[in-house]
């Protein structure tokens, strides 16, 4: 079983900044991939970035592309989300998610942390 903790979450206002990070109790041979997503109140949970543990190849929504950046240290078997320019729309609990395929969809994700609430405030 692998476990997922997010943290970094807080309060900032738009145009700030803030750095997530989601630390895995270690990391299993099929999960290849890294993800995070976000729920805001209301509304379902969506995608937001993504890469395999390569790095090679990463994958963003088009809401967060040229302001969020998404990065891993394997040593550490953890996986960043840097967040700068944020807006009061990204707003939500923020999960970060271990999965197979590089992919947007929530289902492809084998293991999930237990979130981490991001607040922007206008």
């Known amino acids: 079983q692998v476990q997922l903790v997010e943290s970094g979450g807080g309060l900032v206002q738009a145009g700030g900044s803030l750095r997530l990070s989601c630390a895995a109790s270690r990391r299993t041979l099929s999960s290849n991939v890294m993800g995070w997503f976000r729920q805001a109140p209301g509304k379902e949970r969506e995608f937001v970035a993504a890469l395999t543990w390569s790095g090679s190849t990463k994958y963003y929504a088009d809401s967060v592309k040229g302001r969020f950046a998404i990065a891993r240290d394997n040593a550490k078997n953890t996986v960043y989300l840097q967040m700068n320019s944020l807006k009061p729309e990204d707003t939500a609990v923020y999960y970060c998610?271990?999965?197979?395929?590089?992919?947007?969809?929530?289902?492809?994700?084998?293991?999930w942390g237990q979130g981490t609430q991001v607040a922007v405030s206008s």
């Open positions: 998610a271990a999965g197979q395929r590089l992919t947007n969809t929530l289902r492809a994700y084998d293991y």
